[in-house]
């Protein structure tokens, strides 16, 4: 079988350190898995009174993001952290995708990567994710941990990723990803 | 003086039982507090490549908030809890308002208040404001809490805050608020 992976990268801007983390991770991956990154810029800001019920009322934007996250069989998150907290537009994607019947998120495994040109590695963003893993049933896979910190040494200026050790921790990542996925699966 | 708030709904839905927790505030704010209640809907998602340092080169809505928080005495916050955490849609507003020179909510008093339909009151969101508050060097006002469980049971079919025992504590709310903003004038 093949290994489905939606990739959600916290930052929007061009040059996101997360982004190339997750392109990175999507260069490396086992034979048998595969990642596409999602978009959640285009999504509106949640409101509950358009998360209908009904999956046609949702807007169109939502509907494909949700249906993306349906057919994957993990979510690989790489994000960085704002104000020591999750990205209010990652968070919205997540809010977006969390209700109804069909919520897509419920039960599936996800697993954290975070790059900062800071010293910590977005320890503070992959905390706040512990209660909003809770809520919603998911699988969270914690071990090994990736937190990228002074990233402006760790990529080149094209985005690539250079730096080894972190190389290695991104490929051992996706291997014990890929395993606890399966494991879910038997 | 006139201690000038700002009040932020993290609900976006029209009949939002926390943009009526702040119109009940609204109307019994001590008399010479005011409160403008102050709109992120029309937010774009943030993108770092749109945050400029120089102001006029920001996104007009993100202008338009950023003076209306760096005007105010204080900040009074209402909002759900959307999985265990701080809605994206209110997160994105702050972290618009988080950077630069001029970052609007730098030693900024703030006051949370929370309204729900469920059992335990938004605490959830309540605690993962601190670090956020923390980051942002704000002055977050702790005590009396503002945890409105049961929603359905507290406001009217009109949104009109009726439960007696609720109108108490956000009258004593505001007033200890408002105090607290003056003591860190003094």
Do not use: C
């Not at 048998?32 to 810029?41: E, P």
């Not at 910590?120 to 910190?149: A, D, I």
């Amino acid at each position: 079988m093949n290994i489905q992976l939606v990739g959600l990268s916290g930052s929007l801007r061009k040059g996101s350190y997360n982004t190339a983390l997750l392109q990175a991770a999507a260069a490396m991956l086992p034979p048998d898995v595969s990642l596409t990154i999602a978009a959640i810029d285009d999504l509106p800001l949640y409101n509950a009174d358009l998360d209908k019920p009904a999956v046609a009322d949702r807007p169109a934007t939502v509907v494909r993001l949700r249906e993306q996250l349906a057919a994957a069989h993990g979510i690989l998150i790489a994000s960085p952290e704002y104000n020591y907290g999750i990205p209010g537009g990652l968070k919205n994607a997540i809010d977006w995708a969390s209700r109804g019947e069909d919520a897509p998120l419920r039960h599936k495994p996800v697993a954290l990567m975070g790059a900062t040109i800071s010293l910590w590695g977005t320890v503070r963003m992959q905390l706040s994710f512990l209660p909003v893993f809770q809520y919603l049933s998911m699988k969270p896979h914690y071990q090994p941990e990736v937190l990228v910190n002074e990233a402006v040494k760790k990529f080149d200026k094209g985005g690539n990723l250079t730096d080894v050790a972190t190389r290695e921790i991104i490929a051992k990542k996706l291997q014990s990803f890929r395993q606890f996925i399966l494991d879910g699966l038997a």
